[in-house]
């Protein structure tokens, strides 16, 4: 292109009619897709594609820049990628410094994740702007020696949704406040803890599209933070880092991260600092460091959205190991305080990005040799473990394929045993999975496969732990209650790698009767509720047995779900056990045994208008596996009449306070004010004692303790985190495999436990509870001993029904899968005490 041609392109401000950052302006999803759409027609640097939609079917968009000359080649540098990053496909290190000359750097910029975070994706439209049409020599260097991967927003559903709160709320006492909605329709701020589970659109398609596609070196993820902090926060991020991260990548990572702050620093942006605040531990929001690049995390100090805030000095106040008035070694330029705007985010980002993409550009060769280096080192140096195997037989062969399913999104490699083997002096059959750990992404493999020993860390000796930024575990086989098994030593087996993972055969088992009287299905997989909920969509007659069956030399245990074959279902059911991968075994003489009559549960599921992650994760779970429900408000709750709208209220976890007084009437309009409160309880309550049954979990738990005054004791209640703290930890709970809420759960099982309530109770029945050692299984856990025999899971009475609590999370991030069923059994259990009242 001319530098006429370049000229002539529109620039943000003559699109869309204001300045990009301008107060209370905002340009919404629409706009930014038409913008790259013009850009896209208007210059041969530029690519604007959409991948895919977004969780509520909105285009998602991936833009792509560099010079002319290797936009042309594209595909060319993408095979170089390809190989660099497995170095198995090159014969020597001569043929790898030939591909690191003719390669680029990959850099991928992914902006405001976190929809009210909306600079960042402003920010994108002066950036491309900027790159498709600046002639200036830093930018000709970046287009020269740098693929730019953009993602103008990961979450263009939040975006529009609180384009259209935050354009309502102008000129309101409430202008610019937090939506009273989930930005992500089920993840909320959650939405970037996916990045090892998947589970979300919006993820998968990044995934896919970007960071398996090209393998980048950087990803520059860009978010906001508290006002009255520091100006924005940079790497190196504190301690810990996770002990699978390549030892190049934690050098690279603060190298990149000091140089950003050193340049911001130059041009005189004050308040940026390093090394605070942020650790790099969990995988949840950091895939790249597990796939041969590192994840550059910014935080800058937001605003009420899109409306200014005035900053007093004296509002600065320390917070998490953030000094923000105070000069040192990271923090060398301290904001003074003052006005601050959305066009002051703009300009730090786009200045930080522009300093990330030239160092890149810079050091192109430096960043593509250690990127063979790390894959490498990944490729050729054995460190125990040698590996892990996943046997075939499983309590839950459908959560087995979730898992490996999950390790082959990340392009994990997987084997299967073609003969019998030893390891570690045990012998496995063929069939048996294999995941080894030296190959290009060994590292993510052991990172989800390994347990976690998170470290003890403490501001001084004998004071309170540190804080961690997430949780401190993230064990997938723990947490989805599947059997993986870390070998130490090197094994020989003959193995095959597995190209297409095959999916539990769901079938009919029709060996015990030609003419199927019943259908028998066994309560161990999470997935057998899918196939439940779906019968009794039909119609069919189903039956929970509370003790165990033995037909032939069969046995079931109870839990196990027998469905007439005379409720007209014969036809459907073969369908339905091929869909939800279970396995029916057809008898042609019903068995008699005492069970439950199920009815499909009715259920309520409090959402506040205090947006709650757990709230918007167990809708998600709920769909997934085909339970009905109903969303319940404030006002919905507090009208009453709930035991004839539902069986089962489900209040997820929150805190008290928010759950009981929600926001304030002074912050919010009066439609979004307030909680469930006194009058919400008292229905509650009513509801319970006329039959309906109340299940609540974690912080929900105590609120429910507390305003229902049950007779139940929280043993964790005031004590400081010196003596007890768990922060997101695996742990052991025994569970009454006799009650109907255990059906079908290991014992002990694997809960996640996020400093949650530990119950004695002096009514009622306990249904899990912690041994009488330390409960710890992966993660950390200080002060065991105050969990010794304490309830995890308790039944209370009040009048005709009773009170679910429940101390950990049961459907944690959709990851804490190995635990479904103690949600799921909740509800059918409400709903078969509803149906035996009838």
Wanted: charged share 20%.
């Amino acid at each position: 292109m001319t530098s006429a041609e370049t000229r002539s392109i529109l620039d943000p401000k003559e699109f869309l009619g204001f300045e990009v950052g301008q107060d209370r302006k905002l340009a919404g999803w629409p706009q930014v897709l038409e913008y790259f759409k013009m850009l896209d027609g208007a210059s041969d640097r530029l690519q604007s594609r959409v991948i895919g939609e977004s969780t509520e079917g909105n285009p998602f968009l991936m833009v792509t820049v560099s010079s002319p000359e290797n936009m042309a080649r594209l595909e060319q540098y993408r095979h170089i990628q390809d190989r660099l990053a497995d170095p198995r496909t090159i014969s020597s290190d001569a043929e790898a410094e030939r591909l690191i000359a003719d390669g680029k750097a990959i850099v991928a910029i992914s902006c405001s994740i976190h929809a009210t975070e909306v600079g960042a994706t402003q920010m994108s439209l002066l950036l491309g702007h900027h790159l498709a049409t600046s002639d200036d020599e830093r930018v000709k260097r970046i287009l020269d020696n740098v693929i730019v991967l953009l993602l103008p927003s990961l979450n263009p559903d939040g975006l529009i949704s609180v384009k259209e709160w935050y354009d309502a709320s102008i000129g309101t006492s409430y202008e610019g406040a937090m939506p009273p909605f989930l930005y992500q329709k089920y993840t909320g701020h959650d939405n970037n803890r996916d990045w090892f589970m998947f589970t979300q659109a919006e993820t998968r398609l990044v995934v896919e599209h970007c960071l398996n596609a090209w393998h980048p070196q950087i990803l520059y993820d860009l978010h906001q933070t508290r006002s009255t902090g520091m100006r924005m926060i940079l790497p190196p991020f504190v301690d810990p880092v996770g002990p699978n991260v390549d030892p190049i990548l934690q050098g690279e990572l603060s190298m990149l991260g000091s140089a950003v702050a050193s340049e911001l620093t130059a041009e005189g942006k004050a308040g940026v600092a390093v090394n605070v605040v942020y650790d790099a531990y969990s995988p949840s929001r950091t895939y790249s460091h597990y796939h041969g690049g590192i994840r550059l995390l910014s935080e800058v100090a937001g605003v009420r959205i899109a409306t200014p805030v005035e900053v007093h000095p004296g509002q600065m106040k320390p917070s998490r190991g953030e000094y923000p008035a105070q000069k040192s070694w990271n923090h060398p330029l301290p904001w003074k305080g003052g006005r601050w705007s959305l066009r002051d985010i703009v300009e730090y980002d786009f200045s930080a990005v522009m300093a990330c993409l030239d160092n890149g550009a810079r050091y192109r060769d430096q960043w593509l040799r250690n990127f063979y280096r790390v894959g490498k080192r990944a490729t050729g140096v054995l460190e125990n473990p040698s590996g892990f195997l996943i046997p075939q037989v499983q309590r839950d062969p459908v959560a087995s394929h979730e898992l490996m399913s999950v390790l082959r999104t990340a392009q994990v490699e997987i084997h299967q045993a073609t003969e019998v083997f030893e390891a570690d002096g045990q012998t496995y059959p063929p069939g048996t999975m294999a995941v080894l750990t030296m190959q290009p992404y060994g590292s993510f493999a052991k990172t989800l496969l390994e347990a976690q020993k998170y470290p003890d860390l403490r501001t001084h000796s004998d004071g309170p732990p540190k804080t961690p930024y997430d949780v401190t575990t993230h064990n997938l086989p723990l947490q989805m209650g599947v059997n993986a098994i870390e070998v130490k030593a090197p094994f020989k087996a003959e193995l095959k790698r597995v190209s297409r993972l095959e999916p539990p055969a769901g079938a009919i088992n029709a060996a015990m009767g030609e003419s199927a009287a019943a259908y028998l299905l066994r309560p161990e997989s999470n997935a057998c509720a899918r196939a439940v909920n779906r019968l009794l969509s039909l119609g069919a007659k189903v039956r929970w047995a509370r003790e165990p069956i033995r037909v032939g030399n069969q046995h079931y245990p109870q839990g196990t779900f027998v469905v007439d074959a005379a409720s007209g279902v014969s036809d459907a059911i073969g369908n339905i056990a091929s869909e939800t991968m279970q396995r029916f075994d057809a008898v042609s003489d019903a068995p008699e045994f005492p069970g439950y009559d199920l009815i499909q549960p009715r259920v309520g599921l409090y959402k506040s208008y205090v947006p709650s992650p757990e709230e918007g994760w167990t809708r998600f779970v709920l769909e997934q596996y085909e339970f009905e429900y109903t969303s319940l408000g404030n006002h919905d709750i507090q009208d009453g009449s709930l035991q004839e709208k539902f069986d089962a209220i489900v209040l997820p976890h929150q805190w008290t306070r928010q759950i009981h007084h929600g926001h304030s009437s002074a912050s919010y309009h009066p439609d979004y004010s307030g909680g469930i409160g006194d009058r919400g309880a008292e229905r509650l309550r009513e509801f319970v004692e006329k039959g309906g049954t109340l299940i609540a979990w974690d912080g929900a738990a105590r609120w429910a303790i507390q305003h229902l005054e049950l007779p139940v004791k929280n043993c964790l209640s005031g004590l400081p985190h010196a003596e007890f703290y768990a922060p997101g930890s695996l742990l052991s709970v025994f569970l009454d495999s006799k009650h109907p809420i255990a059906y079908g759960m290991p014992d002990p099982a694997a809960v996640m436990f996020v400093n949650g309530p530990a119950f004695e109770t002096k009514e009622g029945r306990v249904i899990g509870k912690f041994p009488l050692r330390s409960p710890l299984l992966s993660g950390l856990l200080i002060g065991p001993q105050h969990l010794y025999g304490k309830a995890a899971i308790v039944t209370v009475p009040l009048g005709k029904g009773e009170v679910v609590l429940i101390g950990f999370r049961p459907n944690f991030r959709a990851q804490a899968r190995g635990t479904y069923k103690i949600l799921f059994n909740s509800l059918y259990y409400g709903a078969a005490r509803r149906s035996a009242d009838e």
